[in-house]
T-cell receptor, first 112, second 113 residues
Framework: LAKTTQPISMDSYEGQEVNITCSHNNIATNDYITWYQQFPSQGPRFIIQGYKTKVTNEVASLFIPADRKSSTLSLPRVSLSDTAVYYCLVGDIGSGANNLFFGTGTRLTVIP | NAGVTQTPKFRVLKTGQSMTLLCAQD?????MYWYRQDPGMGLRLIHYSVGEGTTAKGEVPDGYNVSRLKKQNFLLGLESAAPSQTSVYFC????????????FGQGTRLTVV
């Protein structure tokens, strides 16, 4: 499994763009990069997934450089409801269920 | 479409008691997982299953047993509960396709006194 490193916590004011970077130097060729969001007292929820370059959906964007050794989750114009823990996962759970490995995540606090 | 449903949502056990947590999914997923999450921590994998009738150990399997007799259900058992097993337990499921995502239940908050 590729180990991931992400900041423990981040603070941001409402309305700002937030970028959370995850390092995964040992990413394998078949690995995907997936981000989950977890609110207090809830299970994690899938946000976005990518393999290379840029992926965008209605919630976030995911930027992956050519070497794929890192990735950046971008949340545009955050609101108080975006306060949560964000997890970066690297692997392909379709090829092995033990690839769904969570670290400690990044605790994002949005300030009014 | 209920997704992933965990039963019960809350439970208080006395040390030494046993109990079973039930996870049910209605998405016909092959893979199912049990995690525990302690305060301020990430999720740690207890056991997982890649299909009906199969189970495997995760990161922290000691003190737990699991069974997957039916594809849609994944049971987590505590044979003799200990205070160290006080935690929030999450079940998840996913398909075996590439580029897939996992779906989580709402969690079971277990307190062992």
């Amino acid at each position: 499994l590729a180990k991931t490193t992400q900041p423990i916590s981040m603070d941001s004011y409402e309305g700002q763009e937030v970028n959370i970077t995850c390092s995964h130097n040992n990413i394998a060729t078949n690995d995907y990069i997936t981000w989950y969001q977890q609110f207090p007292s809830q299970g994690p929820r899938f946000i976005i997934q990518g393999y290379k370059t840029k992926v965008t959906n209605e919630v976030a964007s995911l930027f992956i450089p050519a070497d794929r050794k890192s990735s950046t989750l971008s949340l545009p114009r955050v609101s108080l409801s975006d306060t949560a823990v964000y997890y970066c996962l690297v692997g392909d759970i379709g090829s092995g269920a033990n690839n769904l490995f969570f670290g400690t995540g990044t605790r994002l606090t949005v300030i009014p | 479409n209920a997704g992933v449903t965990q039963t019960p949502k809350f439970r208080v056990l006395k040390t030494g008691q046993s109990m079973t947590l039930l996870c049910a999914q209605d998405m016909n997923h092959e893979y199912m997982y049990w995690y525990r999450q302690d305060p301020g921590m990430g999720l740690r994998l207890i056991h997982y299953s890649v299909g009906e009738g199969t189970t495997a150990k995760g990161e922290v399997p000691d003190g737990y047993n699991v069974s997957r007799l039916k594809k849609q259900n994944f049971l987590l058992g505590l044979e003799s509960a200990a205070p160290s097993q006080t935690s929030v337990y999450f079940c998840a499921s996913s398909s075996d396709r590439r580029n897939t995502e996992a779906f989580f239940g709402q969690g079971t908050r277990l307190t062992v006194v």
